[in-house]
């Protein structure tokens, strides 16, 4: 028979369990202190939060599990052996926003400048493999300075890891890239791939190539704001899709959006309880909305009517300002919005509209949100810099975009819809599951001006009166095969609405198509105009 005694407990200074931890804990301090209090107060100083600041701003409180906290880089050379600081400049792991799992990985500009490593690299593919895995959406806070020099080519191939699991991720999961400082180089490209970028006024620059390289090669003078701060990329490039003051407001905006996707492309978006009436009528649609088509009108106004609680976030609000592309809900449910904008060029579509709303509408699509489109269009932009720029080419984009989304689709012909850009703004005879019109559309080939100058040219040319023939023409014309119910007589519109009836006969349209199945053609992929 054999017996066993408990071990004596040990206690602290023996060299037993209680002196581990209390190790454990110190280490671990110094991981969460970062390098020094001067390289935090410099942060502070440029007015910039630290990473871990950062993510207790975007994520519930107390919910942050970190992982690969004490990692390491193993680099040697260049002063590295000596400086070897826990986190390696990089903070990875998960939490929650509004109860719902989030991953993050945070740049920590107090370590290297942010600058990626290897062990850097490492941790950021780790955390990007296990959002993939859980299903769930990926937020990276960038802050860096681009690739550790002194680790040379192993730091350049970090990045090419994050690019590939960036573009296996597309479409799959939501990824939300959030600049606060420098983000230079390679480094921009890994935003690029994500489907949405945040940045900050000030504080906050992406760019290929900086102002010191850009005045040797060109000789261009340039501050790093203009070349590619928050203002640039948010109304020039279309790089950015929303720009802030402050990081503060900033990350509350990134949680509002993440509280309007699903947490991957298997789940439908979260809906909420609303105290906004599905039958409530928008008789101020009424007056916003001029008869005349050649008046402008701000087209916000029209969606703020419609959704709820007059509640909306706009995408890319500040860049191709001639459409407008917006997540709302309507009776509690997630929709996207796309809507030409009057107030902006009249409305009509060009290369940027084009590519700002094809980007929105394979967004929605990927992600389970319902589209609703507006149309007041009066055609595509005439002119040399749009043909040669491409506008067939960019306008293909919105086309394929539409014709591929298999999402739960709605058309509303609000005013005007002519041409060719009636057709790509989700017409029915692309695969609109439902159109509607309002009592003043206008659908056709062209105006009524532009038709009767076009078919009766020679009876104008020949009249005692060319103008008196012109404007009897072109009323012949509108009488003819323009007025509000042509389309509908032909079943082109499936119905024709009272303006202040759009909330819930769009409410009642998308409760049906809500369980909409759709079968693509077995494919790898498609080839979509670039």
């Known amino acids: 028979m054999t017996t066993t005694t408990a071990p004596a407990p040990l206690t602290a200074g023996t060299g037993g369990t209680h002196s581990h931890v209390a190790e454990l804990h110190a280490i671990r301090a110094q991981a969460m202190a970062g390098p020094s209090e001067q390289a935090t107060a410099a942060q502070h100083a440029k007015g910039k939060l630290t990473a871990r600041e950062r993510i207790a701003l975007l994520l519930d409180e107390g919910s942050f599990q970190e992982v690969e ?22 903070i990875t792991g998960w939490g929650t926003v509004e109860g719902r799992t989030v991953f993050v990985y945070a740049h920590d500009f107090r370590i290297f400048g942010g600058a990626l490593g290897e062990a850097h690299a490492t941790k950021i593919h780790k955390i990007m493999d296990m959002a993939l895995a859980a299903g769930a959406p990926l937020v990276s806070l960038n802050d860096g300075a681009g690739a550790r020099i ?15 699991r960036n ?14 400082g420098p983000c230079a180089g390679g480094a921009a490209y890994s935003p690029a791939l994500t489907d949405f970028v945040f940045m900050v006024r000030d504080t906050s620059q992406m760019f290929i190539t900086g102002p010191d390289v850009v005045r040797a090669v060109t000789g261009e003078e340039i501050t790093q704001n203009g070349l590619g701060g928050a203002d640039v990329h948010a109304e020039t490039s279309g790089v950015c899709h929303f ?67 007059g509640e909306y976030l706009e995408v890319h609000e500040h860049w191709a300002r001639n459409i407008v592309c917006a997540l709302a809900r309507l009776d509690g449910q997630v929709v996207g919005i796309v809507a030409n904008q009057p107030r902006t060029l009249a409305g009509v579509l060009d290369i940027h509209a084009s590519e700002k709303a094809a980007r929105f509408v394979q967004m929605c699509d990927a992600f389970n949100i319902p589209l609703v489109t507006l149309l007041d269009v009066p055609g595509f932009l005439p002119g040399v810099g749009q043909e040669h720029g491409g506008i067939i080419r960019h306008g293909a984009k919105l ?65 005692a009166d060319p103008e008196a023939m012109r404007q009897k023409l072109v009323k012949e014309y509108r009488a003819e095969l323009m007025h509000p119910y042509y389309a509908a007589e032909r079943g082109l519109v499936d119905d024709v609405i009272d303006p202040a009836a759009t909330r819930e006969v769009l409410i009642r349209s998308l409760a049906m198509l809500r369980r909409k199945h759709a079968d693509l053609p077995s494919r790898k992929h498609g080839n979509p105009p670039q």
């Not at 906290?69 to 990089?90: C, I, M, N, S």
């Open 243 to 309: 720009a802030y003051d402050d990081e503060e407001t900033c990350l509350a905006e990134v949680r509002y959006l993440l509280s309007m996707l699903p947490q991957n492309n298997r789940e439908a978006p979260p809906a909420v309880r609303t105290a906004d009436p599905a039958g409530r009528r928008g008789e101020m649609l009424l007056e916003h909305v001029p008869a005349d088509g050649s008046r402008p009108y701000d087209v916000t106004a029209v969606i703020g009517e419609i959704v709820d609680d």
């Open 399 to 463: 086309l394929y975009a539409y014709c591929n989304a298999t999402v739960p689709r709605i058309s509303l012909v609000l005013r005007k819809a002519y041409g060719g850009a009636y057709i790509v703004m989700d017409s029915q005879s692309i695969g609109a599951d439902l159109t509607y019109a309002w009592p003043a559309n206008e659908i056709a080939v062209m105006g009524a001006e532009g038709a009767a100058g076009v078919i009766f040219r020679r009876r104008i040319a020949e009249a």
């Open 150 to 164: 002194q680790e040379g080519v192993s730091a350049l191939a970090g990045y090419g890891g994050i690019f590939q």
């Open 69 to 90: 906290q004490l990692r390491r880089h193993r680099a040697t050379g260049f002063g590295l052996e000596t400086r070897k600081p826990y986190t390696d400049g990089v």
């Open 167 to 180: 573009t296996r991720a597309s479409g799959v999961i939501p990824q939300i890239s959030v600049i606060l």
